[in-house]
């Protein structure tokens, strides 16, 4: 354990690792998956989603809509107006 000089309490130094071992994780979840299955399980969600009439699919004059507002965004804030 460590002293902290500043105050009175102690503090813990985190846990170093070892310098010829590289921890590395295996995959999980959607990660560890076949592309084609994660497509397969994603298509689902989309199905599922129109039928119960929550999915949404954008038309051209809503897309063109929604990037005009993107944009006017853009413009107004200072920050981002010279980039």
């Known amino acids: 354990m460590q002293t902290n000089a500043t105050s009175s309490t102690t503090t813990r130094r985190p846990a170093q690792r070892r ?7 295996s ?3 959607f ?13 689902e969600g989309g199905k599922a989603s129109h039928a119960s009439g ?5 038309t051209s004059e809503e897309a063109r809509a929604a990037g ?7 413009r107004t804030r200072p920050e ?3 980039r």
Do not use: L, Y
């Open 68 to 74: 005009r507002k993107g944009g006017m965004a853009s």
């Open 27 to 29: 995959p999980r979840g």
């Open 54 to 58: 929550r999915g949404h699919r954008f």
């Open 31 to 43: 990660a560890a998956m076949d592309p084609e299955q994660q497509r397969r399980i994603a298509s």
């Open 19 to 25: 310098a010829n071992k590289t921890v590395t994780k």
């Open 80 to 82: 981002t107006a010279t």
